[in-house]
């Protein structure tokens, strides 16, 4: 009988260990989006700029 309820005991903390440490990494996931977006948001402006510098030198290449 103590065999069994400490593997009971052992299976719900084994739970709750593992939700805390997938919740962790989530957390610490999202925080490096949040770290990284503007640098995300300056790379991408800075190709649309481009895009747009090179389509307005070579027009002929955009059927315009």
Do not use: C, K, W
Not at 12 to 30: D, K, Q, T
Not at 38 to 54: E, H, K, L, N
């Amino acid at each position: 009988m103590f065999t069994f309820i400490a593997t009971v005991i052992l299976y719900v903390f084994g739970f709750v260990f593992l939700y805390g440490v997938i919740r962790l990494a989530v957390r610490h996931g999202m925080e490096d989006l949040e770290a990284r977006r503007p640098q995300v948001q300056r790379v991408a402006q800075s190709a649309f700029v481009d895009d747009r510098a090179f389509m307005r030198e070579n027009a002929f290449l955009g059927g315009n």
